[in-house]
């Protein structure tokens, strides 16, 4: 196993710039000098060669000419070497004394320049100063790069150690944008290792088109795998904008092209964190635009539920109890978490809101003329064309008719279905496959049959008003609590498949059904964003659902008991419904 580079510069990291330099001064001083005595060592047998070489012939004195007479002359330094060649003593002494002035003048003349040489310890001092000077400035440079790295040089070598051994990964030195552009351009080439390179294993990404967030690196390697293999190859996610504040966070605004062509309802926003310890991905959440558009209406929805969900989620809340065991008690607060709780109370004041509510649905959707805060027109100025829309999607119940006709049965004109546009039919069958999977759950309500005809409301609901689940949830407000529910009716399942797959032919009726009447996907999207802002009955179906969504909700937590494994069902619209009915 081979560690990263990084890990090994500590001890250099470590070092001090001042003692290096002195260091570097004694070690040059010392190699300098033990070269110069050296050199000084070999050269001094070579000059006392060269002196005796150097000695010069000279006229002999009379009386010495049978000896050869050798004089010593001056050597590379100028010293004159004595002492040496077959002289006698005597005839030295003459010699010298023959030569004596000579061999004066010529050795000051031979020493002179030695008086202006440099001496040996001069000479290494200088040259171990310049050389302690040049380590030491390149050393305080070598140290300044890597002293704002000192700090974390152990953690740097624990990340190589642990990217070698596969078991973290190293941190990114990248800003937010930088990490978001790249986890897109993965995504669009379903490059799905690509796109977890920059997710932080304790990632929490909240996607808003799913109930609950997917925490943790496998649960979004989950959703991205999902994502990439459920989409088209064409279908990409492209960037409008996104911020450049702030390194660890950004805002993006996006949309959807298929086949680069802009995707209808395909826009959305997002909000990215980064771990400033890893670099990575730690929070994301998306919202993606809804094919819903109820335009102003949308207030008055709000206005009209506002008073019922504040008081559902404080009875919800107050159902937190205080549960002893012997002289323990233990308080159980729900004050943010609403999934737990019980049923919702009961009492006049629940039955006066709901009693209310009904009303005032009544009032708006039947009464309240054109230009107010309903769009289109009340039931009692209703267009003849409109008139005849909503009797042909009645007609047209469950796509029955239409798709008798798709097989070539119109039993002699009997079964022939009326021509309505599939957006209009969709919408109207998504409303009633929602309402008609109500009943089994309605039956396991004791609660409720105590004083209603629980299954002639539901048929109202179903073929005339959907005011009747506002009178429903009224009526049973005030009914006291008659005992443990019933069990699941045997209807359950059949009512919540035939509900699912009522819901999802819708779907595939939206997109494709009827393409003489219906159009392109452009013209049907207009239609449906036309028809829910400018026909009462279709907008009401909007609203219906979400009446619908509310009176979930609350049967589910009544009938289903505290411990039940499925009892979150409740919270997610439709689908759980149906899926609490099939389970």
Known sequence: MTLAPNCSMAATQRSNPCSAALFSFVTTFALLYMVNSLWSSSHSQ???????????????????????????????????????????????????????????????????????????????????????IVVAVWHALHYRRHFHSQSAGSEQAQWALLSVTGTKKAPLKLTAEQVIRQMYENINVRNVEGAMEYIDDECVYQDLNFPEPYEGGEAVRKLFTESCSGIPDDLLFCIDEITTGDPLACGVTWHVELDGIPFPNGRGCSYYRISPDTGRLIYARDLVESALKPGEAAFSILRLLSPVVRVVLKGQRRDGASQSTGDLKVSVSQSTDIEGAGELQGGPIFGAIFGLAAAVYVYLLFISPSGGLMPGDPAWAIKPEDLQEVIGESINFFFILPILNMLGISGNGILEAPIVNPVAESVFNINEAYIFMFLPLLLMDRRGRENLP???????????????????????AITPTAGPPDSKSPLARPFGITGAVVFMVAIIWFFVGRPDVGGDLTERVAFFQQIITHQRASFSYLLDSALFYMAQIILIGAVDSEESSKRWLRFVPFWGLAAWLII
Request: avoid cysteine; glycine fraction near 10%; charge should be positive.
């Open 46 to 132: 070579m000059f006392a060669t060269a002196a005796v070489h150097r000695m010069q012939p000279v006229a002999q004195p009379q009386g010495l000419s049978h000896m050869p007479l050798l004089v010593p002359g001056p050597d590379l330094y100028g010293n004159v070497a004595r002492g040496h060649g077959p002289i006698h003593s005597s005839a030295a002494a003459q010699v010298v004394g023959y030569h004596s002035a000579q061999l004066s003048d010529e050795t000051d003349h031979a020493r002179a320049p030695s008086k202006a040489r440099p001496t040996t310890v001069g000479i290494v001092a200088l040259t171990g100063t310049v050389a302690a």
């Open 454 to 476: 629980t299954v002639t409301m539901w048929g109202l609901g179903m073929f005339l008003t959907n005011s009747m689940v506002l009178s429903y949830l009224a009526v049973r």
